[in-house]
């Protein structure tokens, strides 16, 4: 079963919330409000939505990339860890 099938719930009520914080942008927007309240509002939005895309992809190499069915050499585990590493950092 894929990463985002078996997760699919979770990762459901994260993009919820997101819309949630795209529309409080809408709504400060409307409202005229500080621009420096509203750019702090798109950064977390922009920090959510990194952290989503990092899980997603973190789930494929795991599940898509490093065959789940066999276990893995030491290599592989150690490159695959790597890489989510990287995405991690490049992503914050």
Do not use: F, N, W
Not at 5 to 34: F, S, T
Not at 43 to 50: E, H, P
Not at 57 to 75: F, L
Not at 86 to 92: A, E, L
């Amino acid at each position: 079963m894929a990463h985002t099938v078996r997760d699919k719930q979770k990762l459901i009520r994260r993009v919820q919330r997101l819309g949630g914080q795209v529309e409080a942008i809408k709504r400060a927007l409307v409202e005229e409000q500080e621009c420096g309240d509203i750019m702090i509002r798109i950064a977390t939005v922009r920090g959510a939505l990194d952290s989503l895309m990092a899980e997603i992809v973190e789930g494929h190499i795991r599940e898509h990339m490093v065959d789940p069915g066999r276990k893995p050499t030491a290599s592989e585990s150690r490159a695959a860890g790597e890489l989510i590493g990287v995405v991690r950092r490049y992503v914050r």
